[in-house]
């Protein structure tokens, strides 16, 4: 009788195909090279402040487009990241509330172009000036429209710092006496990032248990192991802060303690008094030094409280030149912006009696580009959970001799 054929050893390609890929850490050059979380703050501010100079929607949808490539193109992989989403539904909601108080109550804006007329409530003596239904005119809802989109505007780009920084790594970048503040700060801050993830996650759960998740039952259902996770993670928090040392102080003289404050009291007086000199046609004259002035008061006095709260940093954010490119481009499109909506108002501006189509200013665009810069001068933030690799196919087995 012939010989049983042999049963083949597994090749190398087999034997490779089992093996399952480790997870890829960042490394600590590439987490080195992570931009500064300040950095990424005052871009994202500066492009509020440019929203809030100007009502132009063709303006106010390309800061808004400006801010979401540099979202989509730089934000990382983390829980906190995930809140943009959010703050475009509630930018989208401010509008939807804004047009209907106006379809509702009304627009001192004068109109000719009636699109509807809905019944209007007599209203008491006491309430002139208020009315409750009536004529809704398109000059009207094209106000509350450019208004609107200011303060949509205005959420998005704070959308996109909550995105974009790190909150525990700008939490380390304070100074010793906004350190206790900075602390409720970003608790604050990352309390709405962790709330939505619980809420996409236990959605999920109730999805593949074949539960609804969607509706007003479904809400109500997920809203209990929301809230249980927000006590326990309140709970865990306080735990780490308590075991950390948070809220310990060291023995400063008393001489020093009010030096720091009358320090920072009064620079903070001379910031709000300077501002208001600059912003008003009076205070031309004073406006710059004083506010110059209040500055450098609080800053010393920051500087002094901090010997209060003496504390080490692990691995500190160094504020290189990468990040020096961010905040330029950010106070590059403000300063741009002001200064286009002081020379053309009517660009910025447009008016709705009479209706016309706002048009697009061409070097007031072109300043809002510069917007654009961190996406093309920061690094690419680090790839997400590493995936497993595919197994390689099997080579054909080959006829036995």
Known sequence: MPAPASVPSPGRHQRTATRRAAPVAPSPRHRAAQLHPGAWWLWALALGTAATRTTNPLLLALL??????????????APWSRSYGAFVKLALAVLA???????????????????????????????????????VTAEGLTFALYDAMKLAALLICVGAANALANPSRLLKSLPGALYETGVAVV?????????????????????????????????????????????????ALAAAMDARG?????????????????????????????TYGVLTAAGGTYGVPVLLAGLAAALAGLWLGGRRTPRTRYRPDR?????????????????????????????????????????????????????????????VP???????REPAPDPAPKEPS
């Not at 759960?205 to 539960?211: S, T």
């Not at 007003?216 to 709970?235: D, F, H, K, N, Y």
């Not at 023995?251 to 008094?273: D, F, I, K, S, W």
């Open 64 to 77: 808004v487009a400006v801010s979401a490539y540099v979202v989509t193109t730089r934000r990382p992989h």
């Open 97 to 135: 509330i804004r047009l209907l108080f106006t379809t509702l109550l009304g627009s001192p804006i004068p109109g000719t172009h009636t699109l509807a007329t809905l019944p209007e409530v007599p209203l008491p003596d006491w309430a002139q000036g208020i009315r409750l239904g009536g004529r």
């Open 187 to 235: 608790v604050a801050l990352t309390f709405a990032p962790n709330l939505i993830a619980d809420v996409q996650r236990l959605r999920a759960a109730r999805r593949l248990r074949g539960r609804p998740d969607k509706g007003v039952r479904g809400m109500l259902q997920v809203g209990l192991p929301v809230l249980e996770g927000a006590l326990e993670r309140s709970v």
């Open 246 to 274: 948070y809220g310990r102080t060291a023995q400063v003289p008393a001489p020093v303690r009010r030096t720091t404050a009358a320090l920072t009291l009064g620079g903070l007086l001379g910031v709000c008094a300077g």
């Open 319 to 379: 504020w290189d030149a990468r990040a020096w490119l961010v905040t330029a481009s950010g106070v590059a499109v403000a300063a741009l912006t002001a200064l286009a909506a002081a020379r053309d108002p009517a660009a910025l501006h447009p008016g709705v009696v009479p209706l016309v189509a706002p048009s697009l200013p061409l070097w007031p665009a072109a300043a809002v580009l510069l917007g654009l810069l961190p996406a093309f001068v920061t690094p």
């Open 382 to 388: 680090d790839p997400g959970p590493a995936r497993t």
